[in-house]
């Protein structure tokens, strides 16, 4: 019967993960103006170990008391960076070694499964209603989208950011062939 890991529990486990993981995964963030979607979102970075954080577009300011309600203080623990145009934040990204893969439903993208997520993996997200801008678009080496079969056509950012940013772990992940050790504790 499983029971629910005790703290230090989760914490050893969440060790042994980190201790797995080699490759950098960083996110680009357009134009999402609502508060608890960019608190979400960062809480979904600190989680999977976003390396670094672009905000660029008019998106909310992560030390906005309503990004802190959902980020529930981890804003703190990624180094975030906000640049005035979406062209800049791109330059920035590549300098710092990354590829770009926005994740948006776009003529000619590739299903997430399929994308190139590879380490060294800038993901990139837009606004909420318009989603990835024209520019950027333009600017990313590969668009993915997140294949959907349910009768609703599309997912809210935060939710379509966490699904992205999993599977660009679990592709590291499951190359290193395996399962993790089972949690311990209960």
């Known amino acids: 019967m499983s029971t629910q890991l005790r703290p230090t529990d989760v914490k050893r486990l969440n060790r042994q993960w980190r201790r797995r993981t080699e490759g950098r995964v960083a996110l680009l963030v357009e134009s999402v103006t609502q508060p608890f979607n960019l608190g979400s979102i960062l809480r979904t970075c600190a989680t999977l170990g976003v390396d670094r954080l672009w905000l660029t577009g008019n998106s909310a ?43 948006e439903l776009a003529s000619g993208a590739l299903p997430l499964h399929a994308a190139p997520l590879e380490p060294d993996v800038c993901l990139a997200v837009g606004a909420e209603d318009h989603g990835c801008s024209p520019a950027l678009l333009a600017g990313a080496d590969a668009v993915a989208y997140i294949p959907q079969i349910g009768r609703v056509g599309s997912l809210n950012v935060a939710v379509a950011t966490a699904i992205a940013l999993a599977e660009a772990r679990h592709r590291e992940w499951a190359s290193l062939g395996g399962e993790a050790d089972a949690p311990v504790g209960g």
Not at 75 to 103: C, I, M, N, Q
């Open 61 to 103: 300011d992560p030390d906005d008391p309503k990004v802190g309600k959902t980020a529930l203080g981890t804003a703190a623990k990624v180094s975030h960076t906000r640049f005035p145009t979406t062209a800049e934040a791109l330059e920035d990204v590549r300098s710092d070694g990354y590829k770009v893969v926005a994740v």
